[in-house]
């Protein structure tokens, strides 16, 4: 009954309508007092001019007069009318006016009336985040919107031109420049390691103390990191704050600060001055490994960067990434021909690899055709954008076409270039082994010089257990190991997850021995010094001392079947990594606290 009086007394139409409610507001429009204030915007989505003579916004369904709007205030055509909603009843030196009601965030019904109290339009939140307006999409659909939008669209324009107004609100022109949320190997400072960091920029002629001054995770503690007194920033100053955890602040060149970036999102960045006031903020969206994330100068928006700048200007960005592409069917084991197709997403062109190569747009474009795959066959795509945006990730899947084994199976995808280059490949064998027939270590091998260097190389790790479902899929960086089994056919290799290629761990349960369900690192191993003999030599060491119940901390053991960019590879041992890592779960402790671990060698010496 009162859902079908409400309908009775609202007027159709849609001319006129609330675009959007700001009930919270912590940064942005101020009044002509400099306080933030709740507010409402109108729209007028005709071609005509509207008067707001006839029109009244409320906050109550039972008082739908509560405050007319002034005389002879108009919407034009496609404008917009921004009301301050902070119950001073007033209209400001500038003709902007103010409401006899404020707007709650928890639980609000704004009615827009004509004269006669019929309800011309109703927007209704429930629990509005802090800073967060709820207007309309180019669609017309009620959404939440991180960045508020007053006088202008809900979309890309009104948000990069509100960007332009923060920083011109802005009384010192010390804004956040550049951000780097999950960073793996941009150096900043010497000897600092690769932490996370905020760059601020000075783009005032003046030296700004920032003593006292806040950055912050969390708009509501626009202080929870202070700046420490006596640190300054001068005129056109690029100035990084490395955000590692570090407690103690100092006002040396080299700030470290206690906040941490999250890289997957759905995290505002502010800074503010000594009183707490908003000067600048940053919303991440979802971050990328050893891609920053900031302001190029004389441009309005945010880019992403593929080169990092700390302590200078920022280059050519990119407003973001291309959606995924991804394949009609699921990865794994099949015992006949297969046919694959890839979705590919709107304005994109994808483009494939079956040679375990990252695709590339030198590659095979996809266009739609259906792929017979009747073999083995490692299938990689990538789409490309022409609007101004990144590659997607690379999306990797292994097809085992009638690959019989009583051993489940892992695929290594990497590309072949890592591998085979004549000057730097992995498995590469050299012209320069110079040792007499039989003697082995080959001291002079491409192999040994690779794995002597440290490098590591990207790659992609599936594993699948014996009844076809997927274990694992995730990308990894790899390395050879061993010594003197280093020279047999098979290399042992080494795997770490990083965020740099997906997830930071290998979340499975490798081992049914073992009560992990997440791990660091693996080995693929090839029995060492028995790798010519039984290959199970080591597996049953580990085995019996799992039924001895030793306290020893030892690696636990599973046989594969291993494909290396969809070739059989033959037979090798899943052994966890001997590191740190593996102690720490040993122990009882969490992947996190390892890095609390000093191991120490044979020779006294700490190896982390």
Partial sequence: ????????????????????????????????????????????????????????????????????????????????????????????????????????????????????????DRVMIDNLPEDCSYGRNDSGTMQVFQTATPGYPNNTIGFNQMDIILRALNPTGVYINEVLASNDSIVTYPNTGFPDWIELYNASSETVDLSGYGLSDRLTRGRKWQFPQGTTISPGEYKVILCDGTKEATASA????????????????????????????????EQRTNISYGRTLGMSGFFYYETPTPFQANGEGKLGFAKEPSFTLEPGLYYSVQYVEINVPADTQVYYTTNGAVPTQNDTP???????????????????????????????????????????????????????????????????IKEAPG???????????????????PCYVEMFNLDGTTLVSQGAEVRLMGSYSLDMPQKSMKFRAKSLYGNKTFEAALFEDRLYTEYKSFVLRNSGNDCMWTRLQDGFQSRLMDVCNATVAHQAWKPYAVYLNGVYWGHMNLRERTDRFMLAQFEGLSLDDADKITLLQGNGRAKY
Wanted: aromatic residues 8%; glycine residues 8%.
């Fill in 366 to 432: 996809y266009n739609g055709e259906r792929l017979e795959l009747n073999f083995s066959t490692v299938l990689r795509a990538r789409a490309f954008s022409a609007a101004g945006l990144e590659p997607s990730e690379t999306i990797t899947g292994t097809y085992m076409i009638n690959a019989y084994h009583s051993l489940p199976v892992v695929s290594i995808t990497m590309d072949p270039v890592s591998l085979w280059d004549p000057v730097g490949g992995m498995l590469t064998v050299g012209d320069i």
């Fill in 439 to 457: 003697k082995i270590p080959f001291k002079n091998s491409t192999y040994r010089a690779v794995k002597d260097s440290g490098v590591n190389f």
């Fill in 1 to 120: 009954g009162h859902q079908a009086y409400r309908e009775s007394i609202m007027v159709t139409g849609g001319a006129l309508v609330i675009n959007e409610v700001m009930a919270d507001s912590f940064s942005g429009l101020r009044d002509e007092d400099d306080a933030l204030s709740d507010w409402v915007e109108l729209y007028n989505a005709s071609a005509n001019t509207i008067s707001l003579d006839n029109y009244a916004l409320s906050d109550n369904e039972g008082k739908p007069l509560k405050w007319r709007f002034p005389k002879g205030a108009i919407v034009p055509p496609g404008g917009y009318y921004v009301v301050f909603c902070s119950g001073k009843d007033k209209v400001q030196a500038n003709g902007v006016p103010h409401t006899n009601f404020s707007i709650s965030a928890e639980k609000e019904t704004i009615l827009l009336c004509d004269s006669r109290g019929r309800v011309v």
């Fill in 254 to 285: 080299e700030i470290h600060s206690r906040l941490k970036i999250s890289r997957t999102g759905c995290e505002t960045l502010c800074l503010t001055d000594p009183t707490g006031r908003i000067l600048d903020k940053v919303i991440l969206p």
